[in-house]
């Protein structure tokens, strides 16, 4: 099983940008997912989360200008990210719990994507 995220970038205050991560490889289910973000310096902190049937909650910080989302059948999520703001700016990975095929039975693990950089300045 592999994430690849995708979508980050350079921007300018009040800018938007639109991170995708793809989830591919022998998966049966993917149940919660979700968007982290690490600045230099700093821990690592949960952005947003989506469960499978599409609840989510937001870090108070993006509440009203980032929106998660999920395409189950294409097992990617998103997250829309408007109003952007220079403490915005971090490296931004997507985590996923994957139910997948091993040789002999189901499991479940926790996967990440790569990162992508996210950089909002002028």
């Known amino acids: 099983v592999q994430l690849q995220a995708s979508g980050g970038g350079l921007v300018q205050p009040g800018g938007s940008l639109r991170l995708s991560c793809a989830a591919s490889?022998?998966?049966?289910?993917?149940?919660?997912m979700g968007w982290f973000r690490q600045a230099p310096g700093k821990q690592r902190e949960l952005v947003a989360h989506i469960t499978r049937g599409g609840s989510t909650d937001y870090e108070d910080s993006v509440k009203g200008r980032f929106t998660i989302s999920r395409d189950n059948a294409k097992n990617t999520v998103y997250l829309q990210m408007n109003s952007l703001k220079p403490e915005d700016t971090a490296v931004y990975y997507c985590k996923a719990t994957v139910t997948y095929y091993s040789t002999t039975h189901l499991s479940t693990e926790d996967y990440w994507g790569q990162g992508t950089q996210v950089t909002v300045s002028s």
């Open positions: 490889g022998s998966i049966f289910r993917i149940d919660d």
